[in-house]
Structures are given as structure tokens and as C-alpha cells.
């Protein structure tokens, strides 16, 4: 059985929670819902406990913040603030205001989708809305990662790189290093010669992320 797909599910109210783990009963063999209350956590927080659980989609409630709940900010503003943290997370919006969240600050490849959608537990639209969302940055860690072994094959077989090869090499190891928590990166090298050179000194370590990404490809 393949490896089952990991959604955090941030929202204020435990009724909404509720409804939304009760929709994704009717798809527990092929979903985890991990939801996560924000009740009186500080932003920070908040997004340390997304990246925490390593999960494969992150869904917000738009309206975070309330008195009662006393969250620092909507769910835009978390939003981007998790997108900081990790690029290639999938990110969406739900909301019961579909129009308001669509005014907000929110950018245009993120998914806004109403809460109506999981009225009907029977239909399956919005399970596969998200899992389409899913495996399209699956499909692109990928590509990145295939793209990048091909050069470094080309390079450890002696193979000498030209120079946009060797700038394109940087860049698809900065893509796939971000593509975990920013906020364990260590500073980039500015001279490319002598990163290029790092680059190489940790082949293992880069070996075993490509590895991995590769693995999440398959699943």
C-alpha cells in the first residue's frame, strides 16, 4: 500500500475541525489529517508546528483571528509566513468567504476553497482537489531533482560543465535544500567557484536528499 498523503488542517473553532475530520473519515486509507489548534499561540509557533509535522499539503481557515481565539493573524498572513519557511509546500485557503479571501493577500497559485465543499462527505471533488494539488509539487520536486542528478552525473564522470551549467548546478541545489525548513540553511557563498566547490565536498549529505525527494516522487 502506498504511503498515505499528510494534511495539516490549522482552524480556530473545534466545530469546524470537527466537520473537516469527518469529512476525511470517508478517506482515512489514503489521507491523515493532522489538525492543528492556534488558540492563543504565537505566529511563530504556529508555523513551527506546521513544519513540525512534515506534511504534504497545508489547508488554513481564513478567519483566524479573533478576540476569542487570540491568534496574531488571518490566515493570508500565516499563509505566508509558512510559505517563508519552505517553498514547494502546497498551500490552501479555506474559508466560508470565498470573495473576502480572494481580496485578501493572498497570491494567485494558492488554492482558496470553500468550506461548502465538504458538505457531502460522498463526494469525493474536494478529496481530489487537494490530492491533485499534492501531486503537482510532488511531479516538480521531481523534475527539479532529475534535472539536477543529470548534471552532477555529468560532472563527477569528468565532464566539464559550462558555465551556465555550473550556475544552473547552484541553483538546483538552493531549490532542493529550500525545499525543506529555511530556517536550518546555512548562509550561501556568494563566489560561485568556491561554492561549487562546497557543493561537492557534500555529495553525500545532497546525495541522500535527492534520494529522498526521489522516494516522495514514487509515492
Same mark, same amino acid.
Given at each position: 500500500?502506498?504511503?498515505?498523503?499528510?494534511?495539516?488542517?490549522?482552524?480556530?473553532?473545534?466545530?469546524?475541525?470537527?466537520?473537516?475530520?469527518?469529512?476525511?473519515?470517508?478517506?482515512?486509507?489514503?489521507?491523515?489529517?493532522?489538525?492543528?489548534?492556534?488558540?492563543?499561540?504565537?505566529?511563530?509557533?504556529?508555523?513551527?508546528?506546521?513544519?513540525?509535522?512534515?506534511?504534504?499539503?497545508?489547508?488554513?481557515? @481564513?478567519?483566524?483571528?479573533?478576540?476569542?481565539?487570540?491568534?496574531?493573524?488571518?490566515?493570508?498572513?500565516?499563509?505566508?509566513?509558512?510559505?517563508?519557511?519552505?517553498?514547494?509546500?502546497?498551500?490552501?485557503? @479555506?474559508?466560508?468567504?470565498?470573495?473576502?479571501?480572494?481580496?485578501?493577500?493572498?497570491?494567485?497559485?494558492?488554492?482558496?476553497?470553500?468550506?461548502?465543499?465538504?458538505?457531502?462527505?460522498?463526494?469525493?471533488? @474536494?478529496?481530489?482537489?487537494?490530492?491533485?494539488?499534492?501531486? @503537482?509539487? =510532488?511531479?516538480?520536486? =521531481?523534475?527539479?531533482?532529475?534535472?539536477?542528478?543529470?548534471?552532477?552525473?555529468?560532472?563527477?564522470?569528468?565532464?566539464?560543465?559550462?558555465?551556465?551549467?555550473?550556475?544552473?548546478?547552484?541553483?538546483?541545489?538552493?531549490?532542493?535544500?529550500?525545499?525543506?525548513?529555511?530556517?536550518?540553511?546555512?548562509?550561501?557563498?556568494?563566489?560561485?567557484?568556491?561554492?561549487?566547490?562546497?557543493?561537492?565536498?557534500?555529495?553525500?549529505?545532497?546525495?541522500?536528499?535527492?534520494?529522498?525527494?526521489?522516494?516522495?516522487?514514487?509515492?
Amino acid at each position: 500500500m502506498s504511503k498515505k498523503y499528510r494534511i495539516a488542517y490549522i482552524d480556530e473553532e473545534q466545530k469546524e475541525i470537527d466537520d473537516f475530520l469527518s469529512y476525511f473519515d470517508e478517506y482515512a486509507d489514503e489521507i491523515d489529517i493532522i489538525p492543528i489548534h492556534p488558540n492563543n499561540k504565537a505566529t511563530d509557533e504556529i508555523v513551527d508546528e506546521i513544519i513540525e509535522q512534515k506534511c504534504d499539503l497545508v489547508i488554513i481557515d @481564513f478567519y483566524l483571528k479573533y478576540a476569542e481565539s487570540n491568534v496574531e493573524v488571518n490566515g493570508d498572513e500565516l499563509l505566508l509566513r509558512v510559505k517563508d519557511r519552505q517553498l514547494n509546500l502546497p498551500l490552501l485557503i @479555506f474559508t466560508s468567504r470565498v470573495e473576502e479571501a480572494q481580496d485578501s493577500f493572498v497570491s494567485p497559485e494558492t488554492l482558496i476553497c470553500s468550506k461548502k465543499e465538504i458538505n457531502d462527505p460522498e463526494n469525493s471533488s @474536494f478529496k481530489d482537489k487537494v490530492v491533485s494539488h499534492i501531486e @503537482f509539487y =510532488k511531479k516538480l520536486k =521531481k523534475r527539479y531533482q532529475e534535472e539536477y542528478s543529470k548534471l552532477r552525473l555529468k560532472q563527477d564522470s569528468g565532464e566539464k560543465l559550462t558555465g551556465k551549467e555550473k550556475k544552473r548546478v547552484i541553483e538546483l541545489n538552493h531549490i532542493l535544500e529550500e525545499m525543506s525548513d529555511r530556517q536550518r540553511l546555512v548562509t550561501p557563498i556568494e563566489n560561485q567557484d568556491q561554492e561549487l566547490t562546497e557543493i561537492n565536498a557534500l555529495v553525500d549529505k545532497t546525495e541522500e536528499l535527492i534520494q529522498k525527494l526521489s522516494k516522495e516522487g514514487d509515492v
